[in-house]
């Protein structure tokens, strides 16, 4: 059994309880696991929201016999829910008087008739619920609920988050623990007095139909108002200085009279343009300190696998670039920045996924056919392959069967059309058999029932892609906690995702512009200079040299395997791959290690394993 998050990790988390007396005893069992928590109180006195939180986070409002609180980063203030929340009278109503407010963060209401709770649309901010012995509890961490309530692991869940590069929509959202369920982002969890957990529908994304000049307009409202919520006018904000989307809130930011640290981090690959264009963007931003962390400063991918400090609650590989995330951390709180604005999210909202052609098609056939055949081309997609992946009907559900068919194929990476439901999922060749036929056993299970995030394929991968992105933006925020800086990530924030989503596929569907929604919505935020770049640095060689670098800690992992202890890798074949790696081995190898790294740290983390290190 997992411990709960203390309070020395700065890590935040909330336990969300009924007011029941019987709700009392899982509160002295929290106190028990995790010290002598906070608490928000029903109106009958007895615990409501138990955990850990920084000041400022937990916001609360009594309205007579109801409460209505926000736990995260925003600005709301107690007369703020009062004046937004006086018509509400259930606890769904309440929830949803705050909708439309900036920032991220859950919201939560009490009622005599019952409670509940919802996180962000991106996904960022979850919620997992657990019912067992009439008692339903509800978190933001699933590692906490397993704490309380005993979970153990499940080695299903586990093999699932072998596959590369993630697993198809719904099992990628499924916790690791047994018992646990994870409420969707665009729903929201009502636990009733009387009645069993239940989950509501609370949000449909927007059509897509405002004109790009519209919806550039509100992509700039939503980021600016993104931007405000983090720290105080007068507080040091850090904010990436890199690539487009870091760049607009580092103009934002310094807009607002702010005073910004820009941080760059040079790449060891001689082609990356982003130290160039973020002393260009330092310059014509203007009120900016730019620190510049040199390549031997910054540390490499794979670096510190072997350190347990962050309590993460499921496998990510966001550990592989943990060692480089919190050097640019540390130098922000170098500067006395608490709050650090990065561009995470800005790829999966604005760029265009190329089944989007397949949303333009039904619209505007020629331009659809025109961005097809330019993405033929420049991919270099077979012409009958890209026939048949646009004539294919196939439903969400059958697509998902067909899965199992891909698992065990040869080959570095898909490089057929990417205009299906998802990309196809791999297994590493150092998968077991028997974990290979119990992935093959849940994908034919779930197959029949499996839904899309949306009717449209399009829609569906640019969703599913943002909560696969919101994941790990997520856990890099966690670990960024522990050295004092609270890690915003705006794109994610449920106003910008609702404008980035709202624009007309015809106007950032072309594969020649370069996320031209953003472009138009910094046209009076950045210098036409900065607006006319269209390249992204690319982080291969930097893991590749990482990965090297590190292959005595890679080997060590895969001597010692947890998972091979569990029969869901080879041991020996891991180890043999590292030796002797293809052009598909470091591919195939970030979501082994998320998982092995992770069970790692639940080890040291499990109480009669000895006490976390820090």
């Given at each position: 059994?997992?411990?709960?998050?203390?309070?020395?990790s700065?890590?935040?988390?909330?336990?969300?309880?009924?007011?029941?007396?019987?709700a009392?005893s899982?509160?002295?069992?929290?106190?028990?696991?995790?010290?002598?928590?906070?608490?928000?109180?029903?109106?009958?006195?007895?615990?409501?929201?138990?955990?850990?939180?920084?000041?400022?986070?937990?916001?609360?409002?009594?309205?007579?016999p109801?409460?209505?609180?926000?736990?995260?980063?925003?600005?709301?203030?107690?007369?703020?829910?009062?004046?937004?929340?006086?018509?509400?009278t259930?606890?769904?109503?309440?929830?949803?008087?705050?909708?439309?407010q900036?920032?991220?963060?859950?919201?939560?209401?009490?009622?005599?008739?019952?409670?509940?709770?919802?996180g962000?649309?991106?996904?960022?901010?979850?919620?997992?619920?657990?019912?067992a012995g009439?008692?339903?509890?509800?978190?933001?961490?699933?590692?906490?609920?397993?704490?309380?309530?005993?979970?153990?692991?499940?080695?299903?869940?586990?093999?699932?988050?072998?596959?590369?590069?993630?697993?198809?929509?719904?099992?990628?959202?499924?916790?690791?623990?047994?018992?646990?369920?994870?409420?969707?982002?665009?729903?929201?969890?009502?636990?009733?007095?009387?009645?069993?957990?239940?989950?509501?529908q609370?949000?449909?994304?927007?059509?897509?139909?405002?004109?790009?000049?519209t919806?550039?307009?509100?992509?700039?409202?939503?980021?600016?108002a993104?931007?405000?919520?983090?720290?105080?006018l007068?507080?040091?904000?850090?904010?990436?200085?890199?690539?487009?989307?870091?760049?607009?809130?580092?103009?934002?930011?310094?807009g607002?009279?702010?005073h910004v640290?820009?941080?760059?981090c040079?790449?060891?690959?001689?082609?990356?343009?982003?130290?160039?264009?973020?002393q260009?963007?330092?310059?014509?931003?203007?009120?900016?300190t730019?620190?510049?962390?040199?390549?031997?400063?910054?540390?490499?991918?794979?670096?510190?696998?072997?350190?347990p400090a962050d309590?993460?609650?499921?496998?990510?590989a966001?550990?592989?670039?943990?060692?480089?995330?919190?050097?640019?951390?540390?130098?922000?709180a170098?500067?006395?920045?608490?709050?650090?604005?990065?561009?995470?999210?800005?790829?999966?909202?604005?760029?265009?996924?190329?089944?989007?052609?397949?949303?333009?098609?039904?619209?505007?056939?020629?331009?659809?056919?025109?961005?097809l055949?330019?993405?033929?081309?420049a991919?270099?997609?077979?012409?009958g392959?890209?026939?048949?992946?646009?004539?294919?009907?196939?439903s969400?559900g059958?697509?998902?069967?067909?899965l199992?068919?891909t698992?065990?194929?040869e080959?570095?990476?898909?490089?057929?059309?990417?205009?299906?439901?998802?990309?196809?999922?791999r297994?590493?060749s150092w998968?077991?058999p028997?974990?290979?036929?119990?992935?093959r056993?849940?994908?034919?299970?779930?197959?029949?029932a499996?839904?899309?995030?949306?009717?449209?394929?399009?829609?569906?991968?640019?969703?599913?892609?943002?909560?696969?992105?919101?994941s790990?933006?997520?856990?890099?925020a966690?670990?960024?906690?522990?050295?004092?800086?609270?890690?915003?990530?705006?794109?994610?924030?449920?106003?910008?995702?609702?404008?980035?989503?709202s624009v007309?596929?015809?106007?950032?569907?072309?594969?020649?512009?370069?996320?031209?929604?953003?472009?138009?919505?910094?046209?009076?935020?950045?210098?036409?200079?900065?607006?006319?770049?269209?390249?992204?640095?690319?982080?291969?060689?930097?893991?590749?040299?990482?990965?090297e670098?590190?292959?005595?800690?890679?080997?060590?992992?895969?001597?010692?395997?947890?998972?091979?202890?569990?029969?869901?890798?080879?041991?020996?074949?891991?180890?043999?791959?590292l030796?002797?790696?293809?052009d598909?081995?470091f591919?195939?190898?970030?979501?082994?290690?998320?998982?092995?790294?992770?069970?790692?740290?639940?080890?040291?983390?499990?109480?009669?394993?000895?006490?976390?290190?820090?």
């Amino acid at each position: 059994m997992a411990q709960v998050p203390d309070l020395a990790s700065r890590v935040s988390w909330f336990v969300m309880v009924p007011d029941t007396d019987a709700a009392r005893s899982a509160v002295r069992l929290l106190e028990r696991l995790g010290g002598v928590p906070q608490t928000i109180t029903h109106a009958s006195g007895r615990p409501w929201l138990v955990g850990r939180w920084e000041a400022g986070e937990a916001v609360t409002a009594e309205l007579g016999p109801n409460r209505l609180a926000v736990l995260g980063e925003h600005r709301l203030s107690t007369e703020d829910l009062l004046r937004l929340a006086g018509g509400a009278t259930d606890s769904e109503d309440l929830c949803a008087s705050l909708r439309d407010q900036p920032g991220s963060f859950h919201v939560l209401a009490s009622t005599p008739g019952g409670v509940a709770v919802h996180g962000s649309l991106s996904g960022y901010r979850r919620v997992y619920y657990h019912c067992a012995g009439g008692l339903a509890l509800a978190s933001d961490r699933a590692d906490v609920l397993a704490a309380l309530t005993g979970a153990d692991l499940d080695d299903e869940a586990l093999a699932l988050r072998l596959l590369t590069p993630f697993s198809p929509w719904p099992l990628m959202w499924q916790p690791v623990w047994r018992g646990i369920l994870a409420v969707r982002p665009d729903e929201r969890l009502v636990l009733d007095r009387t009645a069993a957990p239940r989950t509501r529908q609370r949000w449909q994304p927007p059509e897509p139909s405002l004109d790009l000049e519209t919806a550039a307009a509100r992509l700039r409202q939503a980021l600016a108002a993104a931007v405000t919520v983090r720290g105080g006018l007068h507080d040091v904000v850090a904010s990436d200085l890199s690539g487009m989307d870091s760049t607009s809130l580092c103009a934002l930011a310094a807009g607002q009279g702010r005073h910004v640290i820009g941080l760059t981090c040079v790449s060891p690959d001689p082609l990356d343009d982003d130290l160039p264009w973020a002393q260009l963007a330092a310059r014509e931003i203007g009120k900016v300190t730019h620190e510049v962390i040199a390549d031997d400063a910054y540390p490499l991918p794979y670096t510190d696998l072997h350190e347990p400090a962050d309590r993460f609650d499921e496998p990510t590989a966001a550990v592989i670039y943990r060692a480089g995330f919190l050097a640019a951390s540390r130098r922000a709180a170098d500067h006395g920045a608490l709050v650090r604005l990065t561009g995470f999210g800005g790829d999966e909202l604005l760029t265009a996924d190329p089944a989007l052609q397949l949303t333009l098609l039904r619209t505007q056939p020629r331009l659809a056919l025109r961005h097809l055949r330019t993405l033929r081309s420049a991919y270099r997609w077979g012409r009958g392959a890209t026939l048949r992946a646009v004539l294919d009907r196939r439903s969400y559900g059958r697509w998902f069967g067909s899965l199992v068919h891909t698992l065990a194929a040869e080959g570095t990476g898909f490089n057929g059309p990417l205009l299906s439901w998802g990309p196809p999922v791999r297994l590493a060749s150092w998968t077991t058999p028997d974990a290979h036929a119990t992935v093959r056993r849940i994908l034919r299970d779930h197959a029949a029932a499996a839904t899309p995030l949306q009717d449209d394929r399009g829609l569906h991968g640019r969703l599913a892609g943002l909560y696969a992105g919101a994941s790990a933006g997520r856990h890099l925020a966690q670990a960024s906690r522990r050295v004092g800086v609270t890690t915003a990530l705006p794109y994610f924030d449920d106003q910008v995702v609702e404008a980035g989503l709202s624009v007309r596929t015809a106007d950032v569907a072309s594969p020649r512009q370069y996320k031209p929604l953003i472009v138009r919505a910094m046209r009076d935020v950045l210098p036409e200079s900065l607006r006319q770049r269209s390249t992204k640095a690319d982080t291969s060689i930097s893991a590749l040299r990482g990965a090297e670098r590190h292959r005595s800690t890679l080997l060590d992992l895969a001597q010692g395997s947890r998972l091979a202890e569990r029969g869901l890798i080879d041991g020996p074949a891991l180890r043999a791959a590292l030796e002797h790696p293809d052009d598909r081995t470091f591919y195939d190898l970030d979501q082994t290690l998320a998982a092995e790294t992770w069970l790692r740290a639940h080890e040291e983390t499990t109480p009669g394993n000895g006490e976390h290190s820090r």
